[in-house]
């Protein structure tokens, strides 16, 4: 078996994976176990590693899903919460990191901002900016792991105003430490699960000990909002009969299974999901008259669960600072934002010192790495992804983006494993150069099923996927599980030994040829 360094020009890794987030991290063990002597940096843009975790700093930062699926299969989630905070989760990563060697090979401060393959060389060319300046790096193969938002660079709803607000404007992407939110009127601009988790959070005494005295959620449209557990019954008990690993693994099969059913009967029938989920809104706000009136008006969304990313509410956190009073939510559309709050097309105004605008995030692709081919821009949006894990026209390339309804990382551990795969079967074929294998006729679907405004936003940015294996990516763990186990690989992937590329283009697929 060939070693990756051997095949191809010289260079300065193996594999380098781009982020060092919850994917990235994990994808660097999966990595690292299937090949223990790989040559693997990891590089990350910020000043720590966590990803997601370490940017959002906002009050209430929390997961939205359970913990069991959320963290990785390998690494037990401690803590006794089901629902992790975002300095749980952040403490989990760096803890994972450490204990399994990862931290290691992570440099910080390292942004990737240009990645090109040359054909000839089988080999990435990485333009990185450091602390020390801007500096090119070598890799046979290239993992990218940013997720699909900008961390720099938040989605502008273009609210008219806001620059005569006299107050605090503040996103929650960039949130301030010194934010002083106690005794006043805050409007959080959006109904997403941010501003599901923001709205109790603010309405207090959160962490910080401060309190809104009035916390307004301001949508255009309601959201579906459900209530779950903070505490994972069937995890506990586990945990008291079982070591760690095996506790951990026995809840995440538990949730896995519910959740699987869960998603497959509210999309088989989304009526009765939407009584249930509407009556239990109404049981949440205390069951009568008024509770159904405001429920009707405010929390039952026009289309039908799981069209859009169902928000979660811890212990109906959500739903007790509702009924509290000192939450509220508003339906209605913005005419402007004013020196003393927020206007709507009604003409009434929402008071405010603070306006938060939870309005989404901007959909990046590659973490808004452009990639070239030969000296030839791939564009990303015009491509196919094979198995959610490499994209028509990259060779040697491979991205990671989750599930949206269910665990980011139930997917993206089935595509670091699958990735590994695909580096051990192109040592033991020899193969320098590797990429999707070209099937004509296959029908474009969108990649991640969901009809959120985000990613109506970034139509045209993302790939694809296909209407048939292995150009399909299922919105569900178990069928993409066995899937993925079953995936041949000499079938569906091309691959090319090191010598003279027969010709120069910018898709990789013709450039190759299948090997069985």
Same mark, same amino acid.
Request: net charge neutral; charged share 20%.
């Given at each position: ?29 999966? +990595? ?19 990803? #997601? &975790? ?5 009050? /209430? ?28 989760? *952040?403490?989990?990563?760096?803890? #994972? ?32 900016? @450091? ?9 046979? =193969? ?30 929650? $992407?960039? &949130? ?72 951990? %693994? ?24 939407? %009584? ?41 956190? =959500? =739903? ?21 709050? !927020?206007?709507?097309? @009604? ?31 791939? $564009?990303?949006?015009?491509?196919? !992804? ?6 028509? /026209? ?5 991205? @990671? ?6 665990? &980011? ?5 089935? #595509? ?6 695909? +580096? ?22 969108? *990649? ?16 694809? $996927?296909?209407? %048939?294996?292995? &150009? ?6 178990? #069928? ?37």
């Amino acid at each position: 078996m060939t070693a990756l360094a051997d095949l191809g020009a010289p260079v300065d890794a193996d594999v380098v994976v781009v982020g060092a987030g919850l994917s990235g991290i994990g994808a660097a063990h999966r +990595l690292l176990t299937a090949l223990p002597h790989l040559r693997l940096e990891v590089l990350e843009a910020q000043d720590d590693l966590g990803g #997601t &975790w370490s940017l959002f700093r906002y009050p /209430g930062v929390r997961s939205d899903s359970d913990m069991f699926t959320l963290a990785y299969p390998f690494a037990p989630w401690r803590e006794q919460e089901a629902i992790g905070s975002g300095s749980q989760i *952040l403490d989990y990563l760096r803890r #994972t990191a450490a204990e399994h060697g990862i931290d290691r090979r992570i440099r910080l401060r390292h942004k990737v901002i240009g990645a090109s393959f040359d054909n000839a060389a089988a080999r990435w060319t990485l333009t990185v900016e @450091t602390p020390d300046g801007r500096q090119e790096r070598t890799c046979r =193969f290239l993992h990218v792991c940013t997720g699909y938002y900008s961390y720099d660079d938040p989605h502008d709803a273009q609210i008219p105003g806001l620059e005569d607000f006299s107050g605090h404007v503040v996103h929650p $992407q960039f &949130w301030p430490e010194d934010l002083d939110y106690d005794g006043r009127h805050v409007v959080v601009i959006g109904s997403g699960a941010t501003a599901v988790t923001l709205v109790p959070a603010l309405a207090g005494p959160g962490e910080d000990g401060q309190a809104a005295t009035q916390v307004t959620m301001l949508q255009r449209t309601p959201t579906w909002v459900g209530s779950i557990p903070s505490r994972d019954r069937f995890a506990d008990r586990a945990r008291q009969l079982l070591p760690p690993g095996p506790a951990h %693994r026995a809840a995440r099969a538990k949730n896995v299974l519910i959740g699987s059913a869960l998603w497959a009967a509210m999309r088989g029938a989304p009526g009765l999901a939407s %009584r249930v989920l509407t009556g239990r809104a109404v049981q949440a706000l205390g069951g009568d008259d008024a509770a159904r009136d405001y429920v009707d008006a405010h929390l039952t969304p026009p289309y039908a669960p799981w069209d859009q990313r169902l928000c979660a509410a811890p212990d109906g956190d =959500f =739903f007790a600072a509702l009924r509290s009073g000192r939450a509220r939510i508003v339906t209605g559309t913005i005419d402007r934002v004013v020196p003393g709050g !927020v206007r709507l097309s @009604t003409g009434e105004v929402m008071p405010a010192d603070v306006v938060v605008t939870a309005t989404g995030l901007r959909v990046q692709v590659a973490g808004g790495i452009e990639p070239q081919v030969d000296g030839i821009p791939v $564009q990303l949006g015009e491509q196919l !992804v094979w198995a959610g894990a490499m994209i028509t /026209g990259l060779p040697n390339f491979a991205f @990671t983006v989750g599930y949206v309804n269910a665990s &980011w990382t139930l997917r993206a551990d089935l #595509t670091a494993r699958l990735v590994a795969r695909v +580096l051990s079967w192109m040592q033991q074929r020899g193969y320098a150069v590797v990429a999707p294998a070209d099937e004509p006729g296959v029908d474009r679907r969108r *990649l991640m099923g969901l009809d959120a405004g985000y990613l109506r936003r970034a139509e045209g940015l993302l790939p694809s $996927q296909g209407d %048939r294996d292995p &150009w399909r990516m299922r919105q569900s763990y178990l #069928t993409d599980a066995f899937a993925v186990r079953r995936l041949d690989l000499d079938r569906t992937l091309s691959g090319r030994r090191p010598g003279p590329v027969p010709g120069r283009t910018a898709l990789a697929s013709p450039v190759l040829h299948p090997q069985g």
